[in-house]
């Protein structure tokens, strides 16, 4: 081999890595990479952040100055910067706010909670329905790597897919809160990134739907009809006319009682599985007698109660 030559060096140097007893070995290397591009891109965040701070007026810097040696609260700080259409000052002089960012910081001093369950708590707050911003909260919350490279990629596919292989494992046993760990694990993971080419977009976006769709089964498992519907739309908003996406989504309607909408779901699948070559009619054929007897089981409960409701009185 000539050791001078880049190209062959970098072609001999792919096919050593992908023989199988070498795969570990190159998985967990592309993950530690992975894991320190990360801690870099924290720290030059968090160094932008104190930039944009001093940046600040006097009162706005005395304010949010405090909060940043707490990491939870820093990070917390830096979601308001990342929006442009965010009065950072204004919210810096709110009073209501600054009395949360107090107790919160007293609480991690007092030792009264650790920065995980601090965070837990915020985090469920500002995601959960209580709070009309959650949707911007959610999008501005979550650090990208921009530019993925093609080894950062790989990196996070190969972890995600590990921990799939984990949430399925979980599924089968029946452990199905273990399988949602797993798997948003697994889309934590991929939403870090964002490759700029569309092959890699792509290829990630694949990956996400998959996870997504898993996380849906897992839902509908334990009983979770509505999160199950959330998430297959999810995946249709991204994969319009995705087949497992409408007949698990179909699924979750009926179980939720919701008709219509599972009819309406249930023709949009006919339609997507005669264009693969109806491989999944009898999938199909099973939901709509599914449909049909929860329906008939729905109007023989109201029969009755109707019935009992307006029988004659003994006198």
Do not use: I
Not at 44 to 67: G, I, Y
Not at 158 to 163: F, I, K, R
Not at 189 to 201: E, F, I
């Amino acid at each position: 081999m000539d050791f001078t030559d880049g190209h062959a060096l970098s072609r001999s140097f792919q096919e050593f890595a992908r023989q199988p007893a070498w795969a570990p070995l190159v998985e967990q290397a592309q993950r530690e990479e992975l894991a320190e591009v990360l801690q870099q891109q924290d720290a030059a965040l968090m160094e932008a952040l104190r930039s944009k701070v001093e940046a600040a007026d006097a009162a706005t810097r005395a304010a949010l100055a405090p909060f940043l040696a707490v990491p939870v609260l820093a990070r917390l700080v830096s979601c308001l910067f990342n929006d442009p259409d965010t009065d950072v000052a204004a919210w810096a002089s709110n009073p209501q706010v600054l009395s949360m960012l107090r107790r919160a910081r007293r609480m991690l001093q007092r030792g009264d909670a650790t920065e995980q369950q601090l965070e837990a708590a915020l985090l469920t707050y500002l995601k959960g329905p209580d709070n009309p911003q959650r949707a911007e909260f959610k999008q501005l919350a979550t650090p990208q790597l921009t530019n993925t490279t093609p080894e950062q990629l790989a990196a996070a596919l190969n972890e995600q897919l590990e921990e799939r292989q984990q949430g399925n494992a979980a599924y089968r046993a029946g452990d199905l809160q273990g399988a949602l760990r797993h798997y948003a694990r697994g889309l934590a993971v991929l939403r870090l990134l964002r490759p700029a080419g569309p092959q890699d977009q792509a290829v990630l976006q694949e990956a996400v739907v998959g996870l997504q769709l898993n996380s849906a089964a897992a839902q509908l498992a334990a009983g979770a009809a509505g999160t199950c519907v959330d998430l297959c739309s999810e995946v249709l908003a991204a994969a319009p006319g995705h087949l497992t996406a409408l007949l698990r989504r179909a699924r979750a309607h009926v179980l939720r009682h919701d008709y219509q909408a599972a009819e309406a779901d249930l023709r949009a699948a006919e339609v997507a599985d005669a264009a693969c070559g109806g491989a999944r009619a009898e999938e199909l054929r099973g939901l709509w007698a599914e449909l049909r007897a929860q329906r008939q089981r729905d109007l023989q409960v109201d029969r009755g109660m109707w019935g009992r409701m307006f029988a004659p009185q003994p006198s």
